[in-house]
């Protein structure tokens, strides 16, 4: 017999019913509402679970760089990063190199390009500052005034290769060697390298990161012979010393990076879009993870592969690794859309789920 409270049978039926699509309906708002908030905790589970021993002890060298977040630092204390580049036809590549150091955790960004590009690269975001001074005469002695208020500086995104602007740039290199603060150069500041390479040659906190053409070129030009077919870690090892032992990173599928001593590949999964920009993207990421290296080493930081590698390698495996999972990751989502723009929004939790100090599989606490 059926109890009095319960409805007739065809209306159990609609209840049910209207249940179940309810309960579809849910499970699938949360699915899109996860991937349109790019929340891919739940939309790629794993995605960033780690293979080997020796790449979790490698992430782990990078945490012990990372300079802890603390209420009582004050501005700046994170990092104030120089992006040397910007002109009339490339604007875009110093922002991406600012963004990304600022979204990597830099304070403050500095981008000097010349006085065409400024309030182009202004407009693009309230974040960076812009000084148009890269084609000034006076160019040189203003950008020394900044710089010493700089820990670190990115040479070459969208530099242009105009022969009064390379001629400022050499000055603004010569005058970080000088103040010893950390260098990396890319782009068409390895064009300047490649055709004056006595700028950088024999100065240790530089880092160089051409990619294949760019390093042939170099090799070429240092050591007068085409590189040896397929021997990219003795062929980097061999730039770097013929240079002075100064850190090549040598992008490609795997980063192979040498300081003329050890040899590391960071060899990250990335993305098959070759998408313009994420160049500039390394190069922003590994400018602040420079500073933090020379600064963790100055502190006295205490990590087994810190000390093998040293500083450089280990910023630029951080800044390698970075890079890549932000494009796997944008490219999971965009597939041949993406662009450099779209690893942007990766920064923040790729940054949280490889390097913070609660580590991969310890969630930071959220919210
Ligand atoms: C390159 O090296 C790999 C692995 O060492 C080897 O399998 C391959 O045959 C080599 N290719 C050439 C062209 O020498
Ligand atoms: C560079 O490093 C190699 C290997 O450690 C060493 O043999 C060489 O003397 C170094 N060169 C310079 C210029 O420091």
């Not at 064009?191 to 240790?204: A, D, R």
Request: proline share 5%; with cysteine.
């Amino acid at each position: 017999m059926k109890p009095k409270w319960l409805p007739p049978d065809h209306s159990r039926k609609l209840v049910a019913i209207v249940f179940i699509v309810f309960l579809v309906m849910f499970a699938i708002r949360r699915g899109l509402y996860h991937s349109l908030h790019f929340k891919h905790r739940l939309v790629h589970p794993g995605v960033l679970s780690m293979s080997t021993d020796h790449r979790g002890d490698l992430l782990e060298m990078v945490r012990s760089i990372v300079p802890p977040l603390a209420y009582d630092r004050h501005k700046g204390q994170a990092g104030r990063v120089g992006v040397v580049g910007g002109c009339q036809e490339y604007t875009g590549a110093p922002y991406f190199a600012g963004i990304a150091a600022l979204k990597s955790g830099a304070d403050l960004a500095h981008v000097f390009c010349t006085s065409d590009a400024a309030t182009v690269i202004k407009s693009y975001s309230p974040e960076l500052i812009v000084h148009p001074l890269l084609d000034k005469q006076t160019g040189v002695a203003e950008m020394s005034t900044w710089m010493e208020r700089l820990h670190t500086l990115v040479v070459g995104p969208g530099m242009g290769r105009e022969q009064h602007i390379m001629d400022n740039v050499k000055g603004v290199i010569a005058k970080a060697r000088q103040l010893s603060i950390p260098v990396v150069i890319d782009a068409d500041g390895l064009w300047l390298v490649t055709v004056s390479p006595e700028v950088i040659t024999g100065y240790n906190k530089a880092i160089l990161t051409p990619n294949i053409v760019e390093f042939n070129r170099l090799f070429q030009a240092m050591l007068g012979k085409q590189p040896e077919k397929n021997a990219s870690s003795e062929n980097v090892k061999q730039l770097s010393q013929a240079m002075g032992n100064l850190t090549i990173v040598q992008k490609g599928q795997t980063d192979v990076i040498s300081n003329g001593d050890k040899v590391l590949l960071a060899d990250a999964e990335g993305s098959p879009c070759r998408a313009g920009g994420q160049g500039d993207i390394l190069s922003g990421a590994m400018g602040v993870f420079t500073f933090w290296g020379y600064d963790a080493v100055r502190r006295g930081v205490d990590n087994p592969l810190l000390k093998e590698y040293g500083p450089s390698i280990a910023a630029a495996y951080g800044a390698s690794t970075l890079t890549k999972t932000c494009s796997r990751l944008a490219f999971s989502k965009w597939g041949r859309s993406m662009g450099a723009a779209d690893l942007i929004p990766e920064i923040h939790y790729v940054f949280e789920e490889l390097f913070e100090m609660s580590g991969p599989g310890t969630p930071v606490q959220r919210l």
